[in-house]
């Protein structure tokens, strides 16, 4: 069980509700890292006093620092404070919950000092899966998932003898806001719309990706790094009640799954706490209240992203560092209103085209596939060719 925590990515919704978890439990947080939140992050650092805190760009660390100044805390900046933040000699877990490709290289640094890794970074593993997955296993690290649909796999996996047991990974999807809408009807949706996921309160980026069901791409890429599996033994499953989280389909044909209420605090919470189960602050299942389950198949064709990403997926290398890198730059815009909907597709589609392809066999290969995914991806949305 995890005695001493670093968060990284403590003002996002992942991180808040980790400190809460954290307050029900023997656990001290040693370092808090953020993104620009100063005003999150002062109220954080003076409610769990971390040793150590981290924000990504200079000028809000030294705004931090000032505020700060009456309690002794060091506060740091950028990736090397990241990284400094991952890589301290008394923790014994890292939960990495930033967003995007920033979380690699201080993941890796927690990897290599043989943490536990509480992941809720799936860049982390969609970009890099086979050569983190390596890392982990050279230096004795463990990871364990924080997604939902993740976690509630390895629950159903714990008792399971061998890979070769599992005939299929069953990742539900709650659909997002746009489930049964027809192409038409979402050329025109917005960033608002989109943001309204009907399960789920989450960040922006990981919201949107709901949206398109690229989130659910980037889960199925996951999956098949974090338990070894390749593309056609994991399925997805439109699931709109968020009470089945996963399940397994074993070869004697037994299904096995989880359910819960739609609570990120139970996977959190579980990461953290492995092997033993604590009282949680989550609400509990009631059966008898929560009503019919149902599952569908999810649409491809209305929502391309999750094709581009079962594709990018069966290609594997830096395809998926490629996939992953466009759909973060198209995202962001469509936050800024600067593109449509299913310009995200487009650009991600547009990236796979055009960028070549390789192994991705270190750390250069995946940084050199993502940064130039990224220019590909501003070079289409700069063009008419939409």
């Known amino acids: 069980m995890t005695k001493n925590l670093v968060i990284l990515g403590s003002t996002g919704s992942i991180g808040r509700q980790t400190i809460d978890v954290c307050e029900k439990l023997p656990i001290r947080i040693l370092a808090l890292t953020a993104g620009t939140n100063v005003e999150r992050m002062e109220e954080q650092c003076r ?8 924000m990504a760009e200079k000028s809000a660390a030294e705004a931090l620092k000032s505020r700060l100044s009456d309690i002794d805390i060091t506060v740091l900046s950028g990736e090397e404070g990241l990284i400094a933040a991952a890589s301290m000699d008394e923790a014994d877990t890292v939960l990495t919950a930033v967003v995007g490709m920033v979380g690699l290289k201080p993941t890796l640094a927690a990897i290599r000092k043989g943490r536990r890794i509480a992941l809720a970074n799936k860049e982390t593993l969609v970009c890099a ?5 390596a890392e982990a296993e050279k230096y004795g690290a463990e990871i364990l998932p924080v997604d939902s649909e993740h976690s509630a796999i390895f629950q159903c996996l714990t008792g399971c003898r061998d890979r070769g047991e599992i005939r299929k990974l069953i990742l539900t999807c709650s659909g997002g806001p746009f489930f049964g809408k027809t192409r038409e009807e979402l050329r025109a949706v917005t960033r608002d719309d989109a943001l309204r996921h009907p399960n789920w309160k989450m960040g922006e980026k990981i ?3 709901c949206a398109t069901l690229m989130n659910k791409g980037l889960e199925l890429i996951e999956a098949m790094r974090l338990y070894g599996l390749p593309r056609e033994k994991v399925e997805i499953a439109i699931h709109l009640q968020s009470i089945v989280h996963s399940l ?3 070869c004697d044909g037994a299904v096995l799954a989880q359910l819960g209420t739609p609570d990120m605090r139970l996977p959190i919470q579980y990461a953290l706490t492995y092997p033993a189960r604590k009282p949680s602050p989550a609400a509990p299942l009631d059966l008898f209240s929560c009503g019919a389950l149902d599952f569908k198949k999810p649409d491809t064709q209305t929502f391309p992203c999750l094709k581009l990403a079962m594709q990018a997926a069966t290609v594997g290398g830096t395809a998926c560092a490629v996939l992953n890198g466009a759909n973060e730059v198209a995202v962001a815009k469509f936050l800024r209103r600067e593109i449509g909907f299913y310009d995200i597709a487009d650009a991600v589609a547009y990236a796979l085209d055009t960028v070549e392809r390789g192994a991705a066999a270190c750390l250069a290969d995946v940084l050199d596939a993502d940064q130039r995914a990224r ?5 289409y949305l700069k063009t008419d060719r939409r």
């Not at 409610?47 to 150590?52: C, D, Y």
């Not at 220019?375 to 070079?379: D, K, L, S, T």
Request: charge should be negative; charged fraction near 35%; proline fraction near 4%.
């Open 375 to 379: 220019r590909a991806a501003e070079e």
């Open 129 to 133: 899966g086979e050569l983190v997955m």
């Open 47 to 54: 409610a769990v006093r971390p040793k150590l805190a981290v």
């Open 248 to 250: 397994v389909e074993y």
């Open 207 to 209: 919201t949107v990706d």
